[in-house]
């Protein structure tokens, strides 16, 4: 990642407790799809041979990668829910007591915003974590995504190969019937 990308996406989550961390992260992902794909200035057969059957390993990687990511998202997403939920009952007996009637009770909205404002450390926190988390997997499945526009390119680059390699062998033919 170039250093004026890094200021960008740096300011842009300067606020998130998590900026480093993300950034650290597509950046280990990124330079690793980088060196899985790099095929050199030298596009030979055995290049591309080798590009073709690193694939299916990397797609793998990326695919357990993006499994742990989805995990990880689900969890998180849990955890604030299982937050919200208990705090939304607490919030809804302090603002709801039996004593006052129905009519004047405060709405759901309210509680929620009671709860947002009154455990707004916990909330933010959990919040930010199920924010990260998307990002994470937003990543991988980027790199997935480039995993198979790479794939097309190296698959193309074979079939140019084998055009080549045909015509020169037509030509080679051509010449020694002359």
């Known amino acids: 990642m170039s250093d004026e990308v890094r200021r960008v996406v740096r300011r842009t989550v300067a606020s998130k407790d998590w900026g480093d961390e993300l950034i650290t992260f597509a950046e280990e ?37 993006e499994l742990i990511a989805k995990v990880d998202l689900q969890t998180a997403k849990n955890e604030l829910q299982e937050f919200m939920s208990e705090k939304f009952m607490e919030a809804r007996n302090i603002l709801n007591p039996t004593e006052l009637s129905a009519s004047k009770w405060a709405s759901q909205k309210e509680i929620e915003m009671y709860v947002h404002t009154h455990w707004k450390e916990e909330y933010v926190k959990l919040r930010n974590a199920v924010q990260e988390k998307e990002l994470k ?33 037509s030509n080679s033919i051509q010449n020694m019937e002359m």
């Open 29 to 65: 992902q990124f330079a690793k799809f980088k060196g899985y794909t790099d095929l050199g200035q030298d596009v030979g057969w055995f290049a591309l041979n080798e590009a073709l059957m690193g694939y299916s390993s990397m797609y793998s990687g990326l695919c357990g990668l």
């Open 137 to 169: 997997l937003d990543v991988v499945s980027r790199l997935i995504n480039g995993l198979s526009d790479y794939k097309f390119n190296v698959s193309r680059l074979c079939r140019n190969q084998e055009v080549e390699c045909g015509y020169m062998m």
